[in-house]
T-cell receptor, first 115, second 110 residues
């Protein structure tokens, strides 16, 4: 149990375009979902936290207008990287929690390459 | 000082060895302690979850929490090449969000 599906696993896009990443909890209802960014050989950096039906809470330094988060249902959250630039290239990982976040189950991650 | 400290390694051991992975922390309010395993280019996988102090065993894995020393450990017995991955410790206080260590890279050689 506790499966989180994240798509796509890898996306390449041109600079200036927008990219949407989906995160779904397949066998539980996710009260809270999290979005992380991970640089090579670094730990996970929390970008934002979202609860179903409410606005996401962004961590300091994360541009909310660039990284749009929608938590439309208890099983789906999306991250849209708007007007992507090469510096946005990174590994983005979502996680879902049946509670407030103590136990988090992670997706497989999305590798974004912006040309 | 970061709230969670973890030696990044790399740690290289021969197959069959006992592996010890550790984290220290500074926030005495942390009560929930997790270990995640992350293979290259994959998302973290929850291995062990412990509340408060004590030991927890699951197969070849044992997690220990010493709150008095603010020190947690993960032991892997009879290590296998398939255990080669990055191990992340994570902890939380009130149940909201996780504080991650940087991860320790482990290589188990045949």
């Amino acid at each position: 149990g506790a499966v989180v599906s994240q798509h796509p696993s890898w996306v390449i896009c041109k600079s200036g375009t927008s990219v949407k990443i989906e995160c779904r909890s397949l066998d539980f209802q996710a009260t809270t979902m999290f979005w992380y960014r991970q640089f090579p050989k670094q730990s996970l950096m929390l970008m934002a936290t979202s609860n179903e039906g409410s606005k996401a809470t962004y961590e300091q330094g994360v541009e909310k207008d660039k990284f749009l988060i929608n938590h439309a249902s208890l099983t789906l959250s999306t991250l849209t990287v708007t007007s992507a630039h090469p510096e946005d290239s990174s590994f983005y990982i979502c996680s879902a929690s049946p509670g407030q976040g103590t136990i988090q189950y992670f997706g497989a991650g999305t590798r974004l390459s912006v040309l | 000082q970061k709230e969670v400290e973890q030696d990044p390694g790399p740690l290289s051991v021969p197959e069959g060895a006992i592996v010890s992975l550790n984290c220290t922390y500074s926030n005495s309010a942390f009560q929930y302690f997790m270990w995640y395993r992350q293979y290259s280019r994959k998302g973290p996988e929850l291995l062990m979850y412990t509340y408060s102090s004590g030991n927890k065993e699951d197969g070849r894995f044992t997690a220990q929490v010493d709150k008095s020393s603010k020190y947690i450990s993960l032991f892997i017995r009879d290590s296998q090449p398939s255990d080669s991955a990055t191990y992340l410790c994570a902890m939380s206080d009130s149940g909201y969000a996780l504080n991650f260590g940087k991860g320790t890279s482990l290589l188990v050689t045949p």
